[in-house]
């Protein structure tokens, strides 16, 4: 069964099939560019050949610590911002933060950054944060850097199906 939830953006279709896994997608999405990045990241988590994940896609400013503690793996989407991580991904882990430290160790992650620069003060400010958290990270963060370009959408793309597959294969 199929319930469509209101987001920010419009609406979202999310299963209510609760056996399988979820994916949790956070991401910051202040332009249509960043917006097609989130959509590619989950067009790849909805690739026909995952059938037992479920994902959930909502901005920082939606998500709280229910949605974390739900999760069994998180993929975060950010712009670069004065070189560090948009102001709504902050806000996100100080809401966040405290209420799932101790319970969601281990989370499997992965990061995607639209970076107009080169992104490291970005990275270096989530892996900080997802270090506290002790979140595991289990793709190597994807930097989209410069001016933008088609191929960032298919990189986010592989990026929502790794992990997926991953998340259903029970790799992580």
């Given at each position: 069964m199929t319930v469509k939830l209101p987001t920010l953006d419009?609406?979202?279709?999310?299963?209510s099939d609760y056996s399988m896994k979820l994916l949790l997608i956070i991401s910051h999405v202040p332009s249509e560019n960043t917006r097609a990045l989130r959509d590619a990241?989950?067009?790849?988590a909805?690739?026909?050949?995952?059938?037992?994940?479920?994902?959930?896609?909502l901005t920082p400013f939606e998500a709280g610590p229910d949605d974390v503690r739900a999760a069994d793996a998180i993929?975060?989407?950010?712009?670069?911002?004065?070189?560090?991580?948009?102001?709504?991904?902050?806000d996100f882990f100080d809401r966040t933060y405290y209420p799932v430290q101790e319970e969601k160790q281990g989370l499997p992650y992965a990061l995607y950054i639209r970076a107009g620069h080169?992104?490291?003060?970005?990275?270096?400010?989530?892996?900080?944060?997802v270090t506290g958290l002790r979140w595991k990270e289990v793709?190597?963060?994807?930097?989209?850097?410069?001016?933008?370009?088609?191929?960032?959408?298919t990189q986010c793309?592989?990026?929502?199906?790794?992990?997926?597959?991953?998340?259903?294969?029970?790799?992580?």
């Open positions: 419009g609406i979202e279709e999310v299963s990241v989950i067009r790849g909805h690739h026909a050949d995952i059938s037992g994940v479920r994902v959930r896609a993929i975060l989407g950010t712009t670069e911002n004065l070189g560090y991580m948009s102001g709504a991904l902050k080169d992104g490291t003060g970005t990275l270096r400010g989530v892996e900080t944060i793709q190597p963060p994807l930097i989209c850097r410069g001016d933008y370009s088609a191929e960032f959408a793309e592989e990026l929502g199906l790794a992990m997926a597959a991953g998340l259903e294969a029970g790799v992580f």
